[in-house]
């Protein structure tokens, strides 16, 4: 099992920024890849970004230009830097890890941010 453990949410005026971590831990032999995702409410999960083992990243468009993903393998951690935010960006985000050998995904248990004057 994969354990991923999230933190860094809270609350932000537009245009502040927020650096959410993700702490993984357990077997984390062949997980190929861990990313960000976020849900909103009464709307479906969405790709938010992710990084590869070989460090490999892709970011969703409308955050192309204001988040950034990063990795410190000697840590086990996956960052997610966000800049610029917007009242758009309020959801809670979730860690994923993602196993390709059996299609397997970890998900953390999320960390709400809001964006709010």
């Known amino acids: 099992q994969v354990q991923l453990v999230e933190s860094g949410g809270g609350l932000v005026q537009p245009g502040g920024s927020l650096r959410l971590s993700c702490a993984a831990s357990?077997?984390?032999?062949?997980?190929?890849?861990m990313g960000w995702y976020r849900q909103a409410p009464e709307k479906e999960r969405e790709l938010v970004a992710r990084?590869?083992?070989?460090?490999?990243?892709n970011v969703a468009d409308p955050v192309k230009d204001r988040f950034t993903i990063s990795r410190d393998n000697a840590k086990n951690t996956v960052y997610l830097q966000m800049n610029s935010l917007k009242p758009e960006d309020t959801a809670v985000y979730y860690c994923?890890?993602?196993?390709?050998?059996?299609?397997?995904?970890?998900w953390g248990k999320g960390t709400l941010v809001t964006v709010s004057s």
């Open positions: 994923n890890a993602y196993r390709s050998l059996y299609g397997t995904n970890y």
């Open positions: 357990g077997r984390l032999a062949g997980i190929n890849a």
């Open positions: 990084i590869t083992s070989v460090g490999s990243t």
